[in-house]
């Protein structure tokens, strides 16, 4: 019978106190001490400062030093979000996602999860990056609770906030003022420090500094392949996962950036070469005037990492994979029917009769309406008791997320040199009585081994167990080795364009060659899918 977590000890909610026995480990980083506290073997230290508050004359620098700690800093909690506009959230399948502590500019934190502190160990290390895109989100989500992926791999995670939206990625270029020609890239740059953070302190907490994974879901797993593409991110990690991402292949283009720069100067009445004013604008204010900018570009947010030639010289997954990351393993895939997380949010979009459905899929896909009858009609033979309202969400699911990642996977592959291995979670969630199937985030709680904590999403039924430790394990084999074989799954192979070896992460596990690959190749026909609401004259792959 499979165990579940309270057999295993593993953290089952991550608002947990810390154990009226603990101890309280204090550990020397380069900037002074920090005292965690330990809970069921494992050492947590929260809310650690790797760069100076964002805020005032450094808005849009680059992340400068944080100051040197005075006697030893209690890391107990974690630290401010970075300021943005994410809503609260009540529904159960949302809210083990999300978190509703203070904003602040002072948001460059890290946390530390480890079973061991100064002895001398080298455990494999995990940088884990948050979605919420480019504009929301935070490391202290319940479900990021690092406990049992630390206990159960005996590995340590470090999670981070950093910069967000336009206080992450406002482009500066038309000021002329060099101190902000890193302006739309500050957010990503605030990762590469604390990538830097780990690689001089990490050894302390128990880790290995020439063994980093980094990985992130969703927007998160983008921000792994913009660190791919970044020089400055070279040589700071060794491995990397990405799940979920949409975004990965294009970032935005120093025009799409300046275009939403000055929507958003307009709402303020600044000029654009008056950067003074704009440090002086109140972190509210810049808030609120931002969806107003967004509506008044088209809604098309480009808020996001800029290939301006400097930090980012290149898209990270265009034409081929970035060439400095090429002897770095990755991991890659997507959940079978991601679209159903978002679309849970507005009801309507399970009810669409057919009429609705090519519609929409004509418009979202970017094709004329017989090519988009052509792919309803594909998706409909390989699923014949599908309604309207599951063809859409197979449809913009593949086109959203599934192809991007497949396409990454091609251009790694025709590197020869590191490997892709390539994933499609198809596990089904009981919630909402079986409404999301395999929804959006929905990896997170398997791979971190919090199905507990994130019950909302995943349900209480007992087969989650067996899926989690296989994920698990193939997370932390995978951070050892780069290669995410174990004995709990079936043997997974890299990917190439012939085999295209896919590991279906479900009960159980297998791998399958090229799976749905009459929908794969209907998809990757039409306009690439681009985050940023445009579209690619031809198709990619």
């Given at each position: 019978?499979?165990?579940?977590?309270?057999?295993?000890?593993?953290?089952?909610?991550?608002?947990?106190?810390?154990?009226?026995?603990?101890?309280?480990?204090?550990?020397?980083?380069?900037?002074?001490?920090?005292?965690?506290?330990?809970?069921?073997?494992?050492?947590?230290?929260?809310?650690?400062?790797?760069?100076?508050?964002?805020?005032?004359?450094?808005?849009w620098?680059?992340?400068?030093?944080?100051a040197?700690?005075?006697?030893?800093?209690d890391?107990?909690?974690?630290?401010?979000?970075?300021?943005?506009?994410?809503?609260p959230?009540?529904?159960?399948?949302?809210?083990?996602?999300?978190?509703?502590?203070?904003?602040?500019?002072?948001?460059?934190?890290?946390?530390?999860f480890t079973?061991?502190?100064?002895?001398?160990?080298?455990?494999?290390v995990?940088?884990?990056s948050?979605?919420?895109?480019?504009?929301?989100?935070?490391?202290?989500?319940?479900g990021?609770?690092?406990?049992?992926?630390?206990?159960?791999?005996?590995v340590?995670?470090?999670t981070?906030?950093?910069?967000?939206?336009?206080?992450?990625?406002?482009s500066?270029a038309?000021?002329?003022?060099?101190r902000?020609?890193?302006?739309?890239?500050?957010?990503?740059?605030?990762?590469?420090?604390?990538?830097?953070?780990?690689?001089?302190?990490?050894?302390?907490?128990?880790?290995?500094?020439?063994?980093?994974?980094?990985?992130?879901?969703?927007?998160?797993?983008?921000?792994?392949?913009?660190?791919?593409?970044?020089?400055?991110?070279?040589?700071?990690f060794?491995?990397?996962?990405?799940?979920?991402?949409?975004?990965?292949?294009?970032?935005?283009t120093?025009?799409?950036?300046?275009?939403?720069?000055?929507?958003?100067?307009?709402?303020?009445?600044?000029?654009?070469?008056?950067?003074?004013?704009l440090?002086?604008?109140?972190t509210?204010?810049l808030?609120?005037?931002?969806?107003?900018?967004?509506?008044?570009?088209?809604?098309?947010?480009?808020?996001?990492?800029?290939?301006?030639?400097?930090?980012?010289?290149?898209?990270?997954?265009?034409t081929?994979?970035?060439a400095?990351?090429?002897?770095?393993?990755?991991?890659?895939?997507?959940?079978?029917?991601?679209?159903?997380?978002?679309?849970s949010?507005?009801?309507?979009?399970?009810?669409?009769?057919?009429a609705?459905?090519?519609?929409?899929?004509?418009?979202?896909?970017?094709?004329?309406?017989?090519?988009?009858?052509?792919l309803v009609?594909l998706?409909?033979?390989?699923?014949?008791?599908?309604?309207?309202?599951?063809?859409?969400?197979?449809?913009?699911?593949?086109?959203?997320?599934?192809?991007?990642?497949?396409?990454?996977?091609?251009?790694?592959?025709?590197?020869?040199?590191?490997?892709?291995?390539?994933?499609?979670?198809?596990?089904?969630?009981?919630?909402?009585?079986g409404?999301?199937?395999?929804?959006?985030?929905?990896?997170?709680?398997?791979?971190?081994?919090?199905?507990?904590?994130?019950?909302?999403?995943?349900?209480?039924?007992?087969?989650?167990?067996?899926?989690?430790?296989?994920?698990?394990?193939?997370?932390?084999?995978?951070?050892?080795?780069?290669?995410?074989?174990?004995?709990?799954?079936?043997?997974?192979?890299?990917?190439?364009?012939?085999?295209?070896?896919?590991?279906?992460?479900?009960?159980?596990?297998?791998?399958?060659?090229?799976?749905?690959r009459?929908?794969?190749?209907?998809?990757?026909?039409?306009?690439?899918?681009?985050?940023?609401?445009?579209?690619?004259?031809?198709?990619?792959?």
């Open positions: 019978m499979a165990k579940s977590n309270e057999d295993l000890g593993m953290v089952t909610s991550a608002h947990h106190a810390v154990a009226a026995n603990s101890t309280r480990p204090i550990v020397e980083t380069t900037r002074g001490r920090v005292r965690g506290a330990t809970l069921n073997g494992i050492h947590s230290f929260k809310g650690i400062p790797y760069g100076a508050n964002t805020g005032g004359k450094n808005r620098l680059p992340p400068q030093p944080v040197p700690l005075s006697g030893v800093r890391a107990l909690d974690y630290g401010p979000r970075a300021p943005q506009n994410e809503r959230a009540k529904e159960p399948h949302l809210t083990w996602i999300r978190d509703t502590r203070a904003c602040s500019e002072d948001c460059l934190v890290l946390n530390v079973p061991g502190v100064n002895d001398s160990r080298k455990r494999p995990l940088v884990y948050h979605g919420g895109g480019y504009v929301s989100g935070a490391a202290s989500a319940p990021l609770d690092g406990h049992n992926f630390a206990r159960r791999g005996d340590v995670l470090v981070l906030n950093h910069r967000l939206n336009a206080f992450g990625h406002l500066l038309a000021s002329g003022d060099a902000y020609a890193d302006a739309g890239n500050v957010g990503m740059l605030d990762v590469i420090a604390a990538l830097k953070w780990v690689r001089e302190n990490i050894t302390n907490f128990g880790g290995d500094p020439a063994n980093i994974s980094i990985s992130g879901q969703s927007g998160g797993a983008s921000k792994v392949a913009v660190m791919m593409a970044m020089p400055a991110a070279r040589g700071l060794h491995k990397a996962i990405i799940q979920s991402a949409s975004s990965l292949l294009r970032m935005a120093p025009e799409a950036a300046a275009r939403n720069t000055h929507f958003l100067l307009k709402q303020l009445n600044i000029d654009a070469k008056n950067v003074a004013a440090l002086d604008v109140p509210a204010t808030l609120h005037a931002m969806p107003k900018a967004v509506a008044a570009a088209g809604r098309v947010d480009n808020y996001r990492p800029v290939v301006d030639g400097r930090s980012l010289p290149a898209h990270p997954f265009d081929t994979a970035p400095i990351s090429a002897d770095i393993p990755m991991m890659i895939g997507s959940a079978e029917t991601e679209m159903t997380f978002p679309y949010q507005a009801m309507e979009n399970f009810s669409y009769g057919a609705q459905v090519l519609t929409r899929v004509q418009d979202f896909v970017g094709v004329d309406v017989a090519h988009a009858r052509r009609d998706y409909r033979s390989t699923r014949p008791n599908a309604t309207p309202g599951d063809i859409w969400v197979a449809i913009s699911t593949d086109h959203q997320y599934r192809r991007n990642g497949i396409r990454a996977s091609e251009l790694k592959a025709a590197q020869h040199k590191a490997p892709s291995w390539h994933y499609l979670f198809t596990w089904k969630t009981p919630v909402l009585n409404l999301l199937k395999s929804p959006h985030t929905i990896c997170i709680p398997f791979s971190f081994g919090n199905v507990d904590i994130a019950a909302g999403i995943t349900g209480n039924g007992a087969d989650r167990y067996a899926l989690e430790a296989s994920m698990m394990g193939a997370w932390h084999a995978f951070m050892r080795t780069g290669n995410p074989n174990h004995p709990g799954i079936a043997q997974w192979k890299p990917y190439n364009a012939e085999d295209r070896a896919t590991m279906i992460f479900d009960v159980p596990c297998n791998s399958v060659n090229d799976p749905a009459e929908e794969r190749i209907a998809i990757s026909a039409c306009p690439a899918y681009r985050a940023d609401g445009s579209r690619l004259a031809h198709a990619q792959g």
